[in-house]
Structures are given as structure tokens and as C-alpha cells.
């Protein structure tokens, strides 16, 4: 076999030497597949508007959702407050895969726990589970608080949280005034974002209990929302500072997915302090930086908290200026001159980067909020939004986005394919083309398809490093956004006319 001490090769190489390609051929031969040219056949009936018509008709299937499920989004919230150890109530294998997700994408270790419900908890309840695991997780990973969610296994049976969290401290698995905030996150309805919203609902509702002052800390509170550019917080952070306003992050995972490594593991990095997170109730008021992810611990906010609440997402030049706007107003105070300056830098650097990009159409894909701030800076661009699939769409966003869509001429072809998924988007892609598709890295199964060139903006980004690093938010953000646009479309040209002799006549030094 090729493989031995003396020659290790990595799978790129090593699955094309002789012997595994002869295995492979083996194997098709042992299986009886269709011929290559019927392979080829099928393969070319799935670009037509025949297979499209029946790719969207079909129902009780999905492929390639844009979406993941709610615990994730769950333990992402959790992940950003002081010592918090995210607890999943449910099977090993879903915690297992929302850390992998989560650790392959930042490229940092992830720290969550399960009850690792098995099949006698599936028939009998996990209640024992849940005392076991508490106490053990509590013992050894010495959390300052345990925020709770679950599993699809764990709602399928109906588990009570409320009930077992009760029943484990009085069987002394914890401290009865340990902080366990929970959360039901079923993942048969809703996404991520979801089980975010519930989470963070759940751990403020926890932690606010009986903290409400008679008068106001003059603080205001920022939710970033499932917002995977975790350096928006300090982005954010950075901004709020030139403009000296006193802010709560609800909550701050920005250290939690980039943690310096300084030889020493440690294990909690959520920035938002218990305390913090309780003084929130007594903040001068609420702004999200999603809409969707935090629907409803607005609500909660507003209703029992009386505290105002407003939705503003500081994506793109639009989106930044009225950010910044706000911030002028209730900090009173002018915006000040540096980022006016980086204003202006953004501006210009979209002036140099226009020819490439105006009239260009795209496809994109990803979550609510994400995809709204990306459309609204493609109109800022004179780019052509023209297939949008959100998976986890509803109602309000379609809305929100076809007010958005309207408010521009760039606008004008572009449809949103609401709860479809990435076979939808090549079918939409094959039949009716565009220029550039942006989306997490799944959309390289469709760059490879349909030759389009993708720029990675979303989440997960698996293939690519370190570009969650880098902010989407405000006008440093719109240079990241630009940047990794118009460079994708540049490097595809490059790949068009590098052939010498023949389309090297535009294979230029110069873009
Ligand atoms: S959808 Fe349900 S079963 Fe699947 S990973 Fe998520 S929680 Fe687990």
C-alpha cells in the first residue's frame, strides 16, 4: 500500500494513488452503479427548469437547510457570560455535534455538558440524568452558573425543567441558590436563532429576579443577537467608547471564540458578568443588533421589565449611520470624528471598488438578520440581490426585507425563496444564473456545480480560517464585507483568463 512509516501521505494525495483508485473501481463494480454516461445524463437533468419544477414541489423533504437547530443557538447565548457552563438536556450525540460545529468553525475548543439521556431515559424520563449531571458538572467544572436547554429527545418526552431543576437541588445536587436559567428549545420548530432568543430570555428572566431598582443605572443594554462575528463586540464595544456610553453586552462571547492562547486553558470566557446581566432590568433601555434572534427576549424586556426596546443593525453604510445616529442622540453627544473619518474611508474604498461590483447579480443565503444587512449594502453597491433563500424565514422578515428590496432600483430582481434550501438555491442557480453567491461554506458544493464564485460570508465557515476574526459591523465592517466581495469576483476573473493564448488577453496585472 502506499501508506507506510516511511511515506505518509495526507487523503488529498493518498486516495489517488493506484491502489485506492482501483479499490473505488472495485466498489462501483460490487454495486452495480449506473453507467457513467447515465450519471452524466441525470447530472444534466438536474439544470433544467423540468427538474427545478419538480425540486420545488417536493414537501416532505429537506436538503441542505440554511439553518442548524436550537441548542446550538442556545449554548452560543450561554457561552457569553461570566463562568457559564452551557448544559444540554438530551443525547450525547447532538451536544457532540453543536461543539464540533461550533469548535470547527472558531477553531477553538467549546465547552458544553449533556445529560446523556439514553434509551431507558427515553422511556422512563431523565429526570435521574439531570440530578446525576448537575452534580457532576458542578463538582467538576465549577461553573458560577449553569444555563440549561434541550434536546429534541428531552421535549419529545416532555421532561419538565422547571420541575427537575427543582427536584435536583433538593436532592442536594446543587446549591438551592445556584443559577440554573433553562430553556425548552425543541428543535423540530424554529433554528438557532431560536433557541438563542430562548436562552437568553430564559438566563435574563433568571438572573434579573427581584432586581429591579426604583431608579435607572443610566446603563443601556446591547444584544448582538446569534451574531457568529463574535469581534463585533468589541467592535462595538470600541465604538461605544468613543462615545463614553456606559453599556451592558447581553452577552459578551467574544473572548469565548478567540481566546488568546497563552499556554494556559481556560476554561469560561464569557465576558458579561453575572451582575451585569442582573443590573440589565435597570438599564435606560434595550437596542438589538438582530431582529429575529431576539423577538422574543424583546418582549419580555418591554413587558415585564418596562424597558424600551428598539431594533438597529449596523451593517453597511445605511445601517451604520443610523446606528451611529442613536448613539449621538442618547449619549448626546456628536458623532465623533473617527468615525467619521472611517466613514469616509469606507465610502471611498466602495468608490474604487464600484465598476467591479455594480450590476453584478447574486445569490445569497443564511439567517434573517444576516442576510437583510448583506442585501441592504449590495443595494448600497449597485449589486443585484436576485435569489435569497432564508431558511428560516417568516412572515414579518418577508416583509421587512420585500420594504427593503423596494426602497431601490437594485432591488428590483430579486426574490426571496422563504423555507427553502441550498438543492433549491442550485436549481434556482442553474436555471436562471447569477455572477456571485454569498453564503457559509456549504456553498462550495455549488461554486463546484455551477462554476459560480462564492464569497464566504455566514455561518458555519468550516474551509476557510480566521475570517470570523474580522468585523461586519459599522464601517470597518463594511470594508471587511467589501472586501471579501469584490476580491472573490477578482479572483474568479483571474481564473477565467488565465488560459494563455486564449483568454490571457484579459488576464490583467491591474483590476
Ligand atoms: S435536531 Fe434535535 S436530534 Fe438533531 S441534533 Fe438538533 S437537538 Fe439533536
New binding site residues.
Given amino acids: 500500500m502506499a501508506q507506510n512509516v516511511d511515506q505518509i501521505k495526507d487523503h488529498v494525495e493518498l486516495f489517488h494513488q493506484p491502489e485506492y483508485q482501483e479499490l473505488f473501481q472495485g466498489k462501483k463494480e460490487f454495486e452495480d452503479c449506473h453507467s457513467a454516461d447515465e450519471i452524466t445524463r441525470v447530472a444534466e437533468w438536474t439544470k433544467s427548469w423540468d427538474y427545478r419544477e419538480k425540486n420545488f414541489a417536493r414537501e416532505a423533504l429537506t436538503v441542505n437547510p440554511a439553518k442548524a437547530?436550537?441548542?446550538l443557538g442556545a449554548i452560543f447565548a450561554a457561552s457569553g457570560f461570566e463562568g457559564t457552563l452551557p448544559f444540554v438536556h438530551?443525547?450525547q450525540?447532538?451536544v457532540a455535534?453543536f461543539r464540533t460545529h461550533l469548535t470547527r468553525h472558531f477553531k477553538e475548543p467549546f465547552s458544553a455538558v449533556s445529560s446523556s439521556m439514553t434509551e431507558d431515559a427515553a422511556v422512563f424520563g431523565g429526570l435521574q440524568n439531570m440530578v446525576d449531571g448537575l452534580e457532576n458538572a458542578y463538582t467538576l467544572y465549577k461553573p458560577k452558573m449553569i444555563a440549561m436547554c434541550t434536546?429534541?429527545?428531552a421535549e419529545v418526552i416532555g421532561d419538565d425543567l422547571q420541575a427537575f431543576i427543582k427536584t435536583s437541588k433538593e436532592r442536594g445536587s446543587i446549591p438551592v441558590d445556584f443559577p440554573v436559567p433553562y430553556a425548552h428549545t425543541p428543535?423540530?420548530v424554529g433554528s438557532h436563532i431560536t433557541g438563542y432568543d430562548n436562552m437568553l430570555k430564559g438566563i435574563l428572566a433568571n438572573l434579573t429576579e427581584n432586581k429591579q431598582s426604583e431608579s435607572k443605572n443610566g446603563k443601556w443594554n446591547f444584544i448582538p443577537g446569534f451574531d457568529t462575528y463574535t469581534v463585533n463586540n468589541r467592535e462595538l464595544r470600541r465604538i461605544l467608547n468613543l462615545f463614553g456610553i456606559d453599556a451592558t453586552i447581553l452577552a459578551d462571547n467574544s473572548d469565548t471564540f478567540d481566546s488568546p492562547n497563552e499556554g494556559e486553558f481556560v476554561m469560561y470566557q464569557g465576558k458579561t458578568t453575572l451582575e451585569e446581566g442582573a443590573d440589565s432590568i435597570n438599564a435606560e433601555g434595550t437596542i438589538a443588533l438582530q431582529a429575529y434572534s431576539t423577538t422574543k427576549t424583546r418582549e419580555y424586556i418591554e413587558k415585564e421589565w418596562q424597558q424600551p426596546t428598539l431594533v438597529l443593525r449596523p451593517v453597511g453604510i445605511r445601517g451604520t449611520d443610523a446606528f451611529l445616529q442613536k448613539l449621538s442622540e442618547i449619549s448626546g453627544k456628536p458623532i465623533p470624528r473617527e468615525l467619521e473619518i472611517e466613514r469616509g474611508r469606507a465610502i471611498d474604498a466602495m468608490t474604487d471598488s464600484q465598476a467591479w461590483i455594480h450590476g453584478k447579480s447574486v445569490a445569497l443565503y443564511g439567517d434573517p438578520d444576516l442576510v437583510y444587512g448583506l442585501v441592504s449594502f449590495l443595494l448600497e453597491l449597485g449589486a443585484e440581490p436576485t435569489h435569497i433563500v432564508v431558511t428560516n424565514s417568516n412572515e414579518v422578515f418577508e416583509a421587512e426585507l420585500q420594504t427593503l428590496l423596494d426602497s431601490s432600483q437594485y432591488g428590483t430582481n430579486a426574490k426571496l425563496w422563504s423555507g427553502k434550501d441550498l438543492w433549491h438555491l442550485r436549481s434556482l442557480m442553474f436555471t436562471e444564473p447569477v455572477d456571485l453567491l454569498i453564503g457559509n461554506s456549504y456553498g462550495k458544493y455549488l461554486w463546484r456545480d455551477t462554476g459560480t464564485p462564492l464569497a464566504r460570508i455566514g455561518y458555519p465557515l468550516f474551509d476557510r480560517h480566521h475570517l470570523h476574526r474580522y468585523p461586519t459591523l459599522g464601517y470597518t465592517g463594511a470594508l471587511n464585507l467589501l472586501n471579501w466581495t469584490v476580491n472573490t469576483i477578482l479572483d474568479d476573473l483571474d481564473r477565467k483568463t488565465i488560459v494563455p493564448a486564449k483568454t490571457d488577453i484579459s488576464y490583467d496585472l491591474i483590476r
Fill in positions: 437547530c436550537q441548542p438530551g443525547s450525540g447532538c455535534y434536546t429534541c429527545m428543535s423540530f
